[in-house]
């Protein structure tokens, strides 16, 4: 059993974690309570070792990222799916250790898909990427506090983001089922119906497609793809993962004319791409790299040779978020060094998946 810390008083020990453990903001105490509580909702041992986290290499207990999750705010309804996230975040493929030290401004962005979503009291309507819900929140900020604090990733010592981005605070957000005419991305994965998923990308803050105007797949997709192709994301020069989070309005659009996710998939793959005359001196082109690329989907001597975005139509990330009452959907281009991870979600202790 880890040693307790001792204050004087509460605002001693507020001050004190403040200082030492915050991303800024207030946390709460991690007392024996609090954690014990967080505890008791999964079924691990405290003791139970995640793996190490990079860039410190310090190893990683449920306990420990117990009293981390105290600290964020985060409920014990919320606590399997932060368990979930973490230890998808400490594979290898996710590469944490690059995310933690580029000067990029990745950060992981958190799907959750699957009925975890509702028993964790997550948002996944109005607001679904903003604030004002505690598990969307605290399930971001607790792999943030776990980064910082375990895994040493600090501003200016191993964090060497140039801007960074509001989205490193929590970047979590939760599949809108009741609105999805599509099977949930956790279907899609592999998991049975009543199974929830985890999915991790590493991604720049999201970019806004607006659109009220469009009545059939092409248009709208049309401006998906326009966003999506933009040259100052690393995708538009190293074709890699993407996330779309389709609004309700929107992927209603697509599914009444009887579009599949797959052939959504193929139609922004073909049309997010740019003409190598396009990306030529623009952008993070780089001629042996970025016509490396190229090769593989044309003559990378030919500038009408069309670079895509993505590295497959299969690397696009679709969900289905927030609320039915608008034309908005989000793009969240990646970091490319780092691949996509998911992993199932444990009910509950005592809970039986169903």
Same mark, same amino acid.
């Given at each position: ?132 819900? !505690? ?5 971001? /900020?607790?792999?943030?506090?776990? $980064? =910082?604090?375990? @895994? +040493?990733? #600090? ?32 279907? !899609? ?5 009543? /199974?929830?998923?985890?999915?991790? $990308? =590493?991604?720049? @803050? +999201?970019? #806004? ?146």
């Amino acid at each position: 059993m880890p040693e307790l810390l001792e204050f004087s008083d509460v605002d001693a020990a507020l001050d004190h974690y403040l200082e030492h453990f915050s991303d800024g903001l207030p946390v709460l105490l991690p007392t024996e309570r609090r954690v014990g509580e967080l505890l008791a909702a999964v079924p691990q041992a405290p003791d139970h070792q995640l793996g190490s986290v990079p860039p410190r290499g310090t190893a990683l207990s449920v306990r420990d990222l117990a009293v981390n999750a105290a600290m964020a705010g985060c409920p014990p309804a919320a606590f399997p799916v932060a368990l979930a996230a973490v230890t998808a975040a400490l594979e290898r493929p996710f590469n944490l250790n690059g995310i933690q030290s580029t000067t990029h401004s990745a950060t992981p962005l958190i799907v959750v898909s699957g009925p975890a979503a509702a028993r964790a009291g997550m948002n996944a309507s109005f607001n679904a990427f903003g604030p004002h819900n !505690r598990a969307n929140a605290t399930i971001g /900020r607790t792999l943030r506090l776990v $980064m =910082a604090n375990v @895994g +040493g990733g #600090l501003p200016g010592t191993t964090d060497m983001s140039v801007q960074g981005t509001p989205a490193k605070y929590s970047f979590c957000v939760a599949e809108n089922l009741e609105q999805s005419p599509w099977p949930s991305l956790a279907e !899609r994965q592999g998991y049975a119906d009543a /199974r929830s998923s985890v999915t991790l $990308m =590493a991604a720049e @803050g +999201g970019h #806004l497609v607006c659109d009220h105007r469009s009545a059939e797949p092409e248009r709208l997709l049309e401006n998906v793809a326009d966003v999506m192709r933009a040259l100052g994301s690393l995708n538009s020069c190293r074709p890699g993962p993407m996330t779309l989070a389709l609004c309700p309005q929107h992927a209603r659009i697509v599914a009444g004319a009887g579009w599949s996710i797959a052939q959504m998939q193929r139609f922004l793959f073909e049309r997010a791409a740019n003409p190598l005359a396009r990306v030529r001196g623009a952008g993070e082109f780089d001629r042996e790299r970025t016509l490396g690329f190229a090769a593989r989907y044309g003559d990378p001597d030919d500038p009408a040779t069309r670079l895509p975005v993505l590295e497959s139509p299969e690397s696009l990330i679709v969900c289905v978020v927030g609320a039915p009452t608008g034309g908005f959907s989000t793009v969240v281009p990646s970091w490319t060094a780092s691949r996509p991870v998911h992993r199932p979600i444990a009910p509950p202790r005592g809970k039986e998946s169903r």
